[in-house]
């Protein structure tokens, strides 16, 4: 396995967020983590790169342990995350924003330049001196995803990708998100939008109120509308 | 003209120094959020380790390798410091950081005199700079013309490292958004600990460079990080260009001062930092913080008025205190009246501070000022004591509500540096003001009336003032203008959205907090009989803060028993040892690290340890509770 996670417990001060969050993701698998609002999808990528810092359980990365690792060294491990606010760095330039995700080349995954980047991203290459608070919602989420595939993740967590984003922008990032992953690159996407999941995903896990209810591949998850319905808005 | 130009000029190099060391705190703070009060002590000892090694080398190349070794041997004493002591507390509150770093700077100005003296040391001109050139008959010195060379070289240098570079990009990025740095794979230890070397190094640097201009002394360390503050404030933290114009200006501002108002220059500062406060309390070239982070911040267990046990046990203590006159000697009555006075001060601050929020890192100019408004009502209107006694605190009180009203436009690191600045401006005053305030002489001979002279009625009229002082501010605090207040501290955001003139509501505290300081400072001035500039000073504005800090900044009754045992402590130890700043700084960086929660806090953290692990109870109910903050 690529990526597993066990008994994963968050907490934020004194609220409990996360309960014995379990699941995994294989090599070059695209799974997404689908449900609703405040279900507990950014709270689990978070606690997974170690961005909560109370949180208890089993993350094993490549085979690796790296639930108590600090946050750069799991990232470094190969371990890409794309947060769910964008969060690019407003004041530096595009290229510049780039730059800060740079990391070595990994054996084990696929190599990303900017060149490469600008080919998957078309938009980005028009605006490399653009500083990143004077582009686009859509841009943005490009810019977040190329920086973070700057670092040659062998696996990304994706947090909502497609979300506020207009139809024709969504297209281009399901697109972006086939080539990562012809490329060989295992991601997870977290999603409320099942139509959107269904264009990128093999299997998908359903989170509500901090626990996962349901896991299996997309056609297990079109046989059960009961279950779709009842933790995913439509 | 000829003359203008040259004091121009003069300015100018000034403002290099300042630039150097204003932009490394800038620096700093941009990515650590910490605003280093030991920057000024950095600043100095750069300063003298430049003196001793540019006097043991010789040559050119003995100087300016000197100049350049002493900076760099001071970055690696910042490396130190940056490991060992901030690494604890980047996530501790804001006061903490400002109040570390400030223990620090104490226990260097004792470090300086212990290793080179007391004595002020002139040190070698700088190889190829001695002369002066000549401007239609004015003398320029030639170091100052390469200290004007020198500012924009290394604004442009800075520029480059952080255009143009990696670590300068990742720096820009992680001023901006640490953790999504560190989700980038970037250790964020280390970016930190560079960001800290290059600072200290500019801050270093701008204290060797001074040498050939001015005698190294060890109390530079005060005075520059004063200027530097106002230079930050109006240039806007973490702007590098803001802090070049500003340390310009600033600069400037003190050159033609000086022929303007000759004996107050500072003021013209002052006033220029109180109109781009008005108009960008952000700075020239800051941009907005996002609403801060609450300065105590830690407030676990809500406040509850006392008990009527605890009522009871207040009462007997006071009781007790009250019979001190029955057993002691005069001496220790003398001490209990200071103890008593320095009780109404810190529960002042501890208002301000605690109940508000609000940071004062320059409390001591309003007890001053009631100090001094004893004095000149005594002294030169002749009134009796009473009168005096009730008059005097306007002066505070009219002190803290011009402040108060710019200082509480902003909050955090820049209202604590405001009040800081503002507070070492009285300082100024009274210490520059000879004819009105007598200087460094003070006011002398402001005795009590009969009625109060004896020591037992005087410890007993303290005694009632601080206890009326300390129940007021305790009944405030529970009354809906309490409420409002702490809703300000607790959300500014919020509690406007419901209604409450959060600057109105904050700007009465400092009123309040003001004027109870300078009732403490009117009582100080009977006391010892006299006045001095030192009733001002930062250090006393410290002691106030140690004093809230040791018995617990998170307490309504800390205050009162940190006053206590710090004045006590205090009075104790200066009889005990010279080198009371040193142990003082280390007292306060130790409570910062090892006890946060002073004295009162650890003792009901205790009580609550034992109350939860007695009863075994249901572990179900005392969550709720614990949570209802």
Redesign the interface.
């Known amino acids: 396995m690529k990526l597993t996670v066990e008994g994963l417990n968050s907490h934020y001060?004194?609220a409990h967020i996360l309960f014995d969050i379990g699941f995994e993701v294989g090599e070059g698998e695209v799974v997404a983590l689908l449900g609703r609002n405040g279900a507990g999808k950014s709270t689990t990528f978070r606690s997974i790169?170690g961005?909560v810092a109370q949180r208890s359980g089993r993350i094993m990365f490549e085979g690796k342990d790296v639930s108590a690792r600090?946050?750069?060294?799991i990232?470094?491990e190969g371990l890409g995350?794309v947060?769910e606010e964008r969060?690019i760095?407003?004041?530096?330039t595009v290229e510049?924003?780039l730059?800060?995700?740079?990391?070595p080349k990994r054996p084990n995954a696929p190599h990303w330049t900017r060149d490469k980047l600008f080919a998957l991203f078309p938009n980005l290459g028009e605006m490399k001196n653009r500083p990143g608070g004077r582009m686009s919602g859509g841009e943005q989420q490009m810019l977040t995803i190329a920086?973070?595939l700057m670092?040659n993740p062998s696996l990304v967590l994706l947090d909502e990708p497609s979300e506020g984003l207009s139809p024709k922008i969504v297209e281009q990032m399901v697109d972006a998100i086939l080539t990562m992953k012809k490329e060989g690159v295992s991601i997870v996407v977290s999603e409320q939008n099942l139509h959107f999941a269904r264009l990128i995903s093999d299997r998908a896990y359903i989170i509500e109120r901090g626990r996962i209810c349901f896991g299996g591949t997309m056609a297990e998850l079109d046989a059960r509308p009961d279950i779709r319905d009842a933790h995913l808005s439509l | 003209m000829a003359f203008y130009v040259v004091q121009f000029l003069t300015g100018l190099a000034s403002a290099a120094s300042l630039f150097l060391v204003a932009s490394g705190l800038s620096i700093i703070f941009g990515v650590t959020r910490i605003v280093n009060f030991a920057h000024g002590a950095f600043y100095m000892i750069g300063a003298y380790i430049a003196f001793t090694l540019t006097e043991r080398l010789s040559g050119a190349f003995g100087f300016w390798g000197g100049i350049v070794a002493a900076a760099l041997a001071v970055a690696l004493i910042g490396v130190i410091v940056e490991m060992v002591l901030l690494r604890r507390i980047y996530h501790a509150p804001e006061l903490f950081q400002l109040l570390a770093t400030f223990g620090l700077t104490l226990m260097v100005e004792d470090l300086v005199v212990l290793v080179w003296g007391p004595d002020d040391l002139v040190g070698r001109r700088a190889p190829g700079f001695k002369g002066a050139v000549d401007f239609f008959g004015q003398n320029i010195p030639s170091y100052d013309l390469f200290l004007i060379v020198l500012g924009p070289v290394v604004l442009g240098i800075l520029w480059l490292l952080f255009q143009r570079t990696?670590w300068g990009?990742?720096v820009?990025?992680a001023?901006?958004?640490r953790?999504?740095?560190?989700?980038?794979?970037?250790?964020?230890k280390w970016l930190f600990t560079s960001v800290f070397a290059v600072g200290v190094f500019l801050a270093a640097l701008g204290g060797a460079l001074q040498i050939p201009r001015d005698a190294v002394h060890h109390a530079m360390d005060l005075r520059i990080i004063v200027e530097v503050f106002v230079v930050v404030v109006i240039g806007g933290l973490g702007s590098i260009v803001g802090a070049f114009v500003a340390a310009v200006l600033v600069s400037e501002l003190n050159a033609f001062g000086i022929l303007i108002f000759p004996k107050i220059s500072i003021i013209l500062v002052f006033l220029v930092m109180a109109v781009v406060l008005i108009v960008r309390p952000w700075g020239l070239f800051g941009r907005p913080e996002a609403p801060a982070r609450k300065t105590p911040g830690l407030t676990v267990n809500p406040w509850r008025p006392l008990t009527s046990n605890e009522r009871l046990a207040a009462l007997a203590a006071l009781v007790i205190a009250a019979t001190l006159p029955l057993f002691a000697g005069n001496y220790a009555l003398t001490v209990g009246s200071e103890i008593a006075i320095f009780v109404i001060f810190a529960v002042s601050l501890h208002f301000l501070m605690s109940v508000g929020g609000l940071a004062s890192f320059g409390h001591a100019a309003y007890f001053g000022l009631g100090a001094y408004g004893i004095a000149f009502l005594a002294k030169m209107a002749g009134l009796p004591m009473i009168v005096c006694l009730l008059l005097g605190p306007l002066l505070g009180c009219m002190g803290a509500a011009v402040f108060g009203f710019f200082a509480v436009q902003l909050s955090g690191v820049y209202f604590a540096m405001l009040t800081l600045a503002f507070a070492q401006i009285v300082w100024s005053i009274a210490f520059q003001w000879v004819s009105v305030t007598g200087g460094d002489n003070g006011i002398l001979g402001v005795w009590p009336s009969s009625w109060a002279a004896s020591p037992s009625h005087f410890y007993w009229l303290a005694l009632g003032v601080a206890t009326l002082v300390t129940v007021a501010l305790r009944v405030m605090v529970f009354s809906p203008f309490g409420y409002a207040l702490r809703a300000t501290r607790d959300s500014l955001l919020r509690s406007e959205a419901i209604g409450i003139d959060a600057k109105r509501i904050q700007w009465t505290a400092f009123v309040i907090a003001g004027t109870t300081a300078g009732i403490g400072g009117a009582l100080f001035a009977y006391l010892k009989g006299s006045v001095f500039p030192d009733n001002l000073g930062i250090s006393l504005s410290v002691d106030a803060l140690v004093m809230v800090l040791l018995g617990g900044v998170e307490t309504v009754s800390g205050a009162v028993i940190g006053a206590i045992v710090y004045k006590a402590l205090n009075i104790w130890l200066v009889s005990q040892t010279d080198l009371s700043k040193l142990v003082l700084g280390g007292f306060i960086v130790l409570i910062v690290v090892v006890f946060p929660k002073g004295i009162v806090g650890m003792l009901e953290m205790l009580a609550q340890r034992r109350r939860k692990s007695s009863p075994p109870g249901s572990p179900l109910l005392a969550?709720p509770i614990?949570?209802a903050e």
Request: hydrophobic fraction near 30%; proline fraction near 6%.
């Open positions: 001060g004194p790169v961005l600090p946050t750069h060294e990232v470094r995350y947060p969060r760095f407003t004041d530096l510049e924003n730059e800060v995700g740079r990391q920086r973070t670092g | 990696r990009v990742l820009r990025a001023t901006q958004d953790d999504m740095v560190a989700a980038l794979g970037v250790n964020q969550k614990e949570s």
